[in-house]
């Protein structure tokens, strides 16, 4: 008998050393507000690794519920072909990467988006097209525009939007905590001819938030603070952008009833704020280190121990239950086996 109580507790452990449930609770930042501006059209995609993105200068300001951004591109045609190609982003879907810690920006937030070439504005239009890479479009229409280059020749590009920051969720295990999100979305970079020679993050705070309300930054951008106007200065250089160039920002919290919608309409008068903080003489101010935290960083809470409290219980209760069952049947067959021998004595 004492080999089959060993060999149930055997298969006890066996079982309950096996994990019987996927994660359910991937870590990473959801809703977040940001950018995925891939300046690519899925069926012009080959042309794409013919210009090179020689800089990109990518300037944000931060503010309660949402964020106003303006990126500056620096691009070369590295061949000798004339290059006639469109743009483009879907109007409404979601895009998801990071690898490990989730990054999905909810693309119907974009708004307000603009673009020039070289000073002069380009039409943009509305045109169908199909989901790209990581991009799930939830309606076939894109944004989409013409660009063009002569042979080695170079463009700037300025594009401008406003984000919903207000709706992020930050995922650790099986805790989180809602907070205004902003992502910008490098790894959708890779469409262009390898590598980025350098890239420049300007990030300032607006509305009165201040560094106390920054909850955690991408570090791998080696940023620094210039206090008097608020702004977080980080470089990368000479780098093919993947999941783990991301830019992730967490601050400030969210807001009952945001209205997003009111903010959009002072547009005009956010995008010249941002053209002003862009013309600062940035390379020049005096910028100091700065501790920042991991943005995808979540306290534990006791609410948070409960679902998976939970799940360990469904999934090993049956196992349990059954080990338990079969000790109490062993034990009992051995207690019955010991009363038929006395008995039989007597």
Same mark, same amino acid.
């Given at each position: 008998?004492?080999?089959?109580?060993?060999?149930?507790?055997?298969?006890?452990?066996?079982?309950?050393?096996?994990?019987?449930?996927?994660?359910?609770?991937?870590?990473?930042?959801?809703?977040?507000?940001?950018?995925?501006?891939?300046?690519?059209?899925?069926?012009?995609?080959?042309?794409?690794?013919?210009?090179?993105?020689?800089?990109?200068?990518?300037?944000?300001?931060?503010?309660?519920?949402?964020?106003?951004?303006?990126?500056?591109?620096?691009?070369?045609?590295?061949?000798?072909?004339?290059?006639?190609?469109?743009?483009?982003?879907?109007?409404?879907?979601?895009?998801?990467?990071?690898?490990?810690?989730?990054?999905?920006?909810?693309?119907?937030?974009?708004?307000?988006?603009?673009?020039?070439?070289?000073?002069?504005?380009?039409?943009?239009?509305?045109?169908?097209?199909?989901?790209?890479? &990581?991009? $799930?479009?939830? %309606?076939?229409?894109?944004?989409?525009?013409?660009? #063009? *280059?002569? =042979?080695?020749? !170079?463009?700037? +590009?300025?594009?401008?939007?406003?984000?919903?920051?207000?709706?992020?969720?930050?995922?650790?295990?099986?805790?989180?905590?809602?907070?205004?999100?902003?992502?910008?979305?490098?790894?959708?970079?890779?469409?262009?001819?390898?590598?980025?020679?350098?890239?420049?993050?300007?990030?300032?705070?607006?509305?009165?938030?201040?560094?106390?309300?920054?909850?955690?930054?991408?570090?791998?951008?080696?940023? &620094?603070? $210039?206090?008097? %106007?608020?702004?977080?200065?980080?470089?990368?250089? #000479? *780098?093919? =952008?993947?999941? !783990?160039?991301? +830019?992730?920002?967490?601050?400030?919290?969210?807001?009952?009833?945001?209205?997003?919608?009111?903010?959009?309409?002072?547009?005009?008068?956010?995008?010249?704020?941002?053209?002003?903080?862009?013309?600062?003489?940035?390379?020049?101010?005096?910028?100091?280190?700065?501790?920042?935290?991991?943005?995808?960083?979540?306290?534990?809470?006791?609410?948070?121990?409960?679902?998976?409290?939970?799940?360990?219980?469904?999934?090993?209760?049956?196992?349990?239950?059954?080990?338990?069952?079969?000790?109490? *049947?062993?034990?009992?067959?051995?207690?019955?086996?010991?009363?038929?021998?006395?008995?039989?004595?007597?």
């Amino acid at each position: 008998m004492t080999k089959s109580i060993k060999m149930v507790f055997f298969l006890f452990i066996v079982a309950t050393s096996i994990k019987v449930w996927p994660n359910v609770s991937q870590p990473g930042v959801w809703n977040a507000g940001g950018t995925l501006y891939t300046m690519l059209y899925p069926s012009d995609s080959l042309t794409f690794k013919k210009v090179q993105m020689k800089e990109e200068r990518i300037y944000v300001q931060l503010y309660k519920g949402y964020a106003v951004v303006k990126g500056t591109y620096f691009l070369q045609n590295t061949t000798q072909e004339t290059l006639n190609f469109k743009m483009g982003y879907p109007l409404n879907g979601i895009y998801s990467g990071g690898g490990w810690h989730l990054n999905q920006v909810k693309i119907d937030l974009l708004s307000k988006f603009k673009i020039r070439s070289n000073d002069v504005w380009i039409h943009i239009i509305e045109q169908q097209n199909e989901d790209y890479g &990581k991009i $799930n479009s939830l %309606n076939e229409n894109w944004k989409v525009w013409q660009m #063009n *280059f002569l =042979p080695k020749e !170079s463009k700037i +590009l300025n594009v401008y939007f406003i984000v919903n920051t207000n709706y992020g969720t930050v995922v650790n295990g099986y805790n989180s905590k809602r907070t205004n999100a902003f992502i910008y979305l490098l790894e959708s970079g890779n469409v262009w001819k390898n590598p980025i020679d350098l890239g420049r993050f300007y990030i300032q705070l607006m509305d009165g938030l201040t560094t106390k309300n920054v909850h955690g930054i991408s570090k791998n951008f080696e940023f &620094k603070f $210039n206090h008097e %106007n608020r702004i977080f200065y980080g470089t990368k250089s #000479n *780098f093919i =952008p993947t999941t !783990s160039d991301n +830019l992730v920002i967490t601050y400030f919290k969210n807001i009952n009833q945001f209205d997003y919608d009111k903010k959009v309409e002072e547009a005009e008068e956010l995008f010249t704020t941002i053209d002003q903080m862009s013309e600062l003489p940035l390379n020049s101010l005096s910028y100091e280190e700065i501790l920042t935290n991991d943005p995808y960083h979540v306290d534990n809470t006791f609410l948070g121990y409960i679902p998976f409290v939970l799940t360990s219980f469904i999934t090993y209760a049956p196992f349990v239950i059954i080990s338990i069952a079969m000790v109490i *049947f062993i034990w009992g067959f051995i207690k019955w086996k010991k009363i038929l021998v006395t008995n039989k004595e007597l």
